[in-house]
């Protein structure tokens, strides 16, 4: 006997399982037959056929009533197996039928593609293994129509016709420096003392805002770096180059291990807002809504206090 053939034998032999477990449980071709949607002439013929190929005869048949014999009694145990593991395959494959499926293209600044990105996405193409995800890390502010954009994180207030702009999380900043920088002059006490340091300037946040009993304070420091890259200013700032007001996400790890020390603790820095940009559409993909539920879901909580 070929391969193919053997093959054959065995799937034939599987279906035909199914049936005879169908017949033992109805005790009778008919009934069995008309679960399964085949007439009770082919049932009674499949079953005959499984008998012949196992040389022994599975069923006691009478004119009213069919009933299994000893061997069919050992058999139908693994008939009951057979036609468990197919059910089981059968909704495995419905249910991935009914995942959500496709690419999202989303977009969201350099320090979040680096920093948090990973992590995340990571948790929601776990969850949806048969969405693709294209990340566009980013500063510049890519137009969500015209470049069709999934989504976008963004940090700051947006608006655009078309578009639906969810606030997601608060993001907390912390004014930090390298030890061996702020060994090499005098203590900061106040934010004033900024004005004679060398600090690294994001160029989208050029005013640095302190606030101590509800009394802010506005300062413009003399950069003596900028830069739209904040892991740029975070290596800087590590190996010494000056002072940085950067994320506490971004930092915290830095200060905890005593790389960098977070300075004037006892003024409030107000947070930035990150936001979730994306297109108002009327029928939007599976794929697009498990990603808002995702969204909707995952703890953003870190943001809010540093890590």
Known sequence: M???????????????????????????????????????????????????????????????????????QVYLEYCRRVRAEVSAADMALTNLKEQPVGTLKITCPEVTATYFMPTFLHGFT???PRIAVELIATNRHLDVIRERVDFASRVGTTTGQDLIVRRVSSIKRVLVAAPAYLAAGSPLQEPTDLLD??????????????????????????????????????????????????????????????????????????????????????????????FRDYVNTFDFSAFSVGR
Request: net charge neutral; hydrophobic share 40%; glycine share 8%.
């Open 2 to 72: 070929s391969n193919d053939t053997r093959e054959d034998a065995s799937l034939c032999t599987a279906w035909d399982m199914i049936l005879l477990a169908e017949v033992a449980e109805t005790g009778s071709f008919t009934r069995a037959g008309g679960r399964i949607g085949m007439p009770k002439s082919t049932v009674s013929q499949r079953i005959a056929q499984l008998e012949a190929r196992l040389g022994l005869r599975l069923l006691n048949r009478s004119t009213r009533h069919v009933s299994l014999t000893g061997s069919g």
């Open 126 to 128: 776990t969850q949806f």
């Open 197 to 290: 340091r060398r600090c690294l300037v994001h160029d989208a946040q050029p005013e640095w805002v302190f606030s101590s009993d509800d009394t802010p304070i506005v300062l413009r420091p003399p950069p003596a770096a900028t830069s739209d890259s904040m892991g740029f200013l975070l290596q800087s700032c590590i190996a010494g180059g000056g002072v940085a007001l950067l994320p506490a996400y971004v930092c915290q790890p830095s200060v905890a291990v005593g790389r960098l020390v977070e300075l004037l603790p006892g003024w409030e820095i107000p947070p930035y807002e990150m936001m979730l940009i994306f297109p108002n559409l009327k029928n939007q993909s599976k794929a697009q809504a498990a």
